[in-house]
């Protein structure tokens, strides 16, 4: 499908880069701390893969291969899409053209080798664990956020080579639109003690077919409440994210309070994390994707000026604190 191809690309760059480092670091120095081997376990769940085995599927003949003529269809809309047209990082779908105002060209159609926005962000904006959510964030973050991956200052494979890419109108174009946008809450989020096994399929996390379920410890598990309608790109579909007991009350304490040397977070982000002037909002975004971003402000991964604060506040933040802050931050409405 198109959306699992435009994800195997972009994230694939991502966490290529990202493990190629970490893991030269961690060899030159010889020493993993506690600290980092939490870190080192965490960017096995933050940190989304391609493809990993269903131990539950039962053993099937080879499928026939899909027509690329093959209409589909996602529930509420009255477009239709081939495979074949879906099957590209070049055209996104808008299968609800009537939740937002016209997309400029660049959203829905790239140009080599520049993908179309909506090839990972979708049309709405609504993005996936997998990648960001570009919704009702503030035109001059996005911006601010694409200099950044130009320049080299933000580790991204991907986006660096697409920022050059693009010229001041798109820039312009795109930035406008995305923040034009009403920002979605598509993500539920449940606490619990244990969760469905899980494999990547298409860098989002699926249950096993067997239906087994094994605690959930110090983590984040989020994938989407239909695999089917998540890789035909419908920015309507959401995503469940599981996460520990607790874990959204002790967030909320975090962000209203700080912890320890840790700034409160709606000191930068505003009350309830729904953003204050060009400081991006957090709330209703996937729990995944915050996290997965301390990680990367901890690891010194993003380095662009303003980056400076979230670098410092991240560095004193343990892994479950980051889980608790995502998770509470995911639970508010934006």
């Known amino acids: 499908m198109r959306t699992q191809a435009r994800l195997s690309i972009a994230m694939a760059a991502i966490v290529?880069?990202?493990?190629?480092?970490?893991?030269?670091?961690?060899?030159?120095?010889?020493?993993?701390?506690?600290?980092?081997?939490?870190?080192?376990?965490?960017?096995?769940?933050?940190?989304?893969?391609?493809?990993?085995?269903?131990?539950?599927?039962?053993?099937?003949?080879?499928?026939?291969?899909?027509?690329?003529?093959?209409?589909?269809?996602?529930?509420?809309?009255?477009?239709?899409?081939?495979?074949?047209e879906l099957n590209t990082d070049f055209n996104a779908p808008d299968w609800f053209p009537q939740d937002h105002l016209p997309p400029p060209r660049i959203v829905l159609h790239g140009h080599k080798p520049t993908m179309a926005c909506a090839a990972c962000h979708v049309a709405n904006g609504a993005g996936a664990p997998a990648s960001a959510s570009l919704a009702g964030l503030p035109k001059a973050y996005i911006v601010e956020q694409l200099a950044a991956f130009r320049d080299g200052q933000r580790a991204n494979d991907i986006m660096p080579m697409e920022a050059r890419s693009l010229d001041a109108a798109e820039i312009e174009q795109a930035s406008t639109y995305f923040s034009s946008l009403k920002i979605p809450h598509l993500t539920q989020v449940i606490e619990t003690a244990t969760v469905p096994q899980t494999h990547w399929h298409g860098y989002a996390l699926v249950p096993n077919q067997n239906g087994a379920r094994k605690p959930l410890g110090e983590r984040i598990v989020e994938g989407p409440i239909s695999a089917k309608l998540y890789a035909l790109g419908d920015g309507r579909s959401g995503f469940i994210a599981w996460v520990p007991p607790?874990?959204?009350?002790?967030?909320?304490?975090?962000?209203?309070?700080?912890?320890?040397?840790?700034?409160?977070?709606?000191?930068?982000?505003?009350?309830?994390?729904?953003?204050?002037?060009?400081?991006?909002?957090?709330?209703?975004?996937?729990?995944?994707?915050?996290?997965?971003e301390l990680i990367l402000f901890r690891e010194g991964k993003r380095k662009e000026p303003a980056a400076a604060p979230m670098r410092a506040e991240a560095s004193q933040l343990t892994v479950p604190e980051m889980i608790d802050v995502a998770a509470y931050a995911a639970s508010q409405k934006p």
Request: net charge positive.
């Open 16 to 84: 290529l880069s990202f493990f190629a480092t970490t893991a030269g670091t961690a060899a030159a120095s010889g020493d993993e701390t506690a600290p980092d081997v939490a870190i080192r376990a965490a960017e096995a769940w933050a940190f989304p893969k391609p493809h990993s085995p269903d131990p539950g599927a039962p053993k099937q003949a080879p499928t026939p291969k899909a027509n690329p003529n093959q209409p589909m269809h996602v529930p509420g809309s009255t477009r239709s899409y081939t495979l074949a």
């Open 246 to 292: 607790g874990s959204i009350a002790r967030g909320a304490r975090i962000a209203a309070k700080g912890m320890g040397a840790a700034q409160a977070c709606e000191s930068c982000h505003g009350t309830k994390l729904q953003g204050l002037g060009d400081i991006p909002y957090l709330a209703g975004r996937s729990p995944t994707y915050i996290a997965r």
